[in-house]
C-alpha cells in the first residue's frame, strides 16, 4: 500500500475517532408566554449543565445551541431566537439572558417552524447529536392539534421530520402538558418511521426507562450522588412513586408553586444530565 493512501486512512480514521467524542446538544424550547418558568431555568442553569458534563466526560467535546420557538403562524409579530452551537459556553448565560418568554395567541405552536431551524441552520458536527424539546402546547396541523384552524401546516412538519430522521439525531420530547402529548407521540411515530430515535418524557409522572430496563428516567433505581453535589435527586422526601406529593405529582410538579426557584433550577439542570449520562453509558 502506497504512503499516499496509509495516509488517507489514517486521516479517515482520525476523523472518525474525532467524530465519536463530538457531542452536540440542541435545547428546542416553547418560548410563548406560558414557558416562563422553564426558560427561566434555562437561563439559570446553561453554564451548570455545562460544567457538570465536561467534569464527568472529560474527553467528550461538547456544543450547546438553543431554539426558543413561539407561534409566528397565529401571532405574526412573534419571532423565532436561535443561539446557535457553540462550545464557548460562558457566553451561553448572557445570550439566554435576551430571551423572555412572550407571545402565543393559541394553543398550538409553530414547530414545524422550529424544525425547520433545526434543519437548516444549526451547525450540526457529524458526531453524537441531540435535541431536548420541551413543550406545553401541540403543533398546528390536524394530525397534532385537534382544535387547531391551519392544517396546511401539518404537511410543512411532517417534512421537516423526515428530513431531519436520516441526520442521526436522537430527539427526547418533554411532556410538559397533556396539550402536548399527542404531537409528541405523532412525531415520534413519523420520525421512527424513517429510522429516527424519537423518546418521550413526562414530568408529572415517571413514564419509562431511558436505554433498558436496568435504568428509570426519574426512577429510585438510578442514583447518582454526584449529580447534585452530594444530594440524591431520587430522596425520601422527593419520592415520585409517592401520589399524594410525589417530585412529579400535580400536587408538586417539577415547575409548580410548591418548589423553590433553586429547586426549579437544579432539578432542570439534574434531569439533562441523566439523561446524556444514561445516553453516553449506553452509547460506551
Known amino acids: 500500500m502506497s504512503n499516499k493512501n496509509l495516509k488517507k486512512i489514517k486521516n479517515i480514521l482520525s476523523d472518525v475517532k474525532s467524530s465519536i467524542n463530538e457531542f452536540d446538544i440542541v435545547f428546542m424550547i416553547d418560548a410563548t408566554s406560558s414557558m416562563g418558568p422553564y426558560i427561566e431555568a434555562a437561563k439559570a442553569e446553561a453554564k451548570n449543565i455545562s ?74 458536527r457529524n458526531g453524537n447529536k441531540a435535541i431536548f424539546h420541551l413543550a406545553d402546547a401541540g403543533a398546528h396541523g390536524n394530525l397534532f392539534s385537534k382544535s387547531d384552524h391551519h392544517p396546511e401546516e401539518e404537511s410543512k412538519l411532517i417534512k421537516e421530520l423526515e428530513i431531519l430522521a436520516p441526520k442521526k439525531i436522537k430527539i427526547f420530547g418533554f411532556v410538559i402538558e397533556e396539550e402536548a402529548r399527542n404531537s409528541f407521540e405523532q412525531c415520534k411515530k413519523i420520525y421512527q418511521n424513517k429510522g429516527g430515535v424519537f423518546e418521550i418524557y413526562n414530568f408529572n409522572v415517571p413514564k419509562k426507562s431511558l436505554f433498558s430496563n436496568s435504568y428509570s428516567l426519574f426512577g429510585n433505581n438510578y442514583n447518582d450522588s454526584n449529580i447534585k453535589k452530594g444530594t440524591s435527586l431520587f430522596s425520601n422526601t422527593n419520592n415520585i412513586n409517592n401520589n399524594s406529593g410525589g417530585l412529579f405529582s400535580k400536587s408538586n410538579n417539577l415547575f409548580g408553586n410548591n418548589t423553590n426557584k433553586n429547586e426549579n433550577r437544579s432539578l432542570f439542570c439534574s434531569n439533562i444530565i441523566i439523561i446524556v449520562h444514561l445516553y453516553l453509558e449506553n452509547l460506551i
Open 51 to 124: 460544567t457538570e458534563l465536561s467534569q464527568k466526560f472529560p474527553k467528550m467535546d461538547f456544543q450547546y445551541g438553543y431554539v426558543f420557538y413561539r407561534d409566528p403562524i397565529d401571532s405574526p409579530d412573534d419571532i423565532h431566537e436561535i443561539i446557535n452551537l457553540t462550545n464557548e459556553v460562558d457566553s451561553l448565560p448572557e445570550k439566554i439572558s435576551k430571551i423572555h418568554p412572550d407571545g402565543g395567541a393559541d394553543i398550538p405552536e409553530d414547530w414545524a417552524g422550529a424544525y425547520k431551524i433545526i434543519n437548516e441552520q444549526i451547525n450540526w
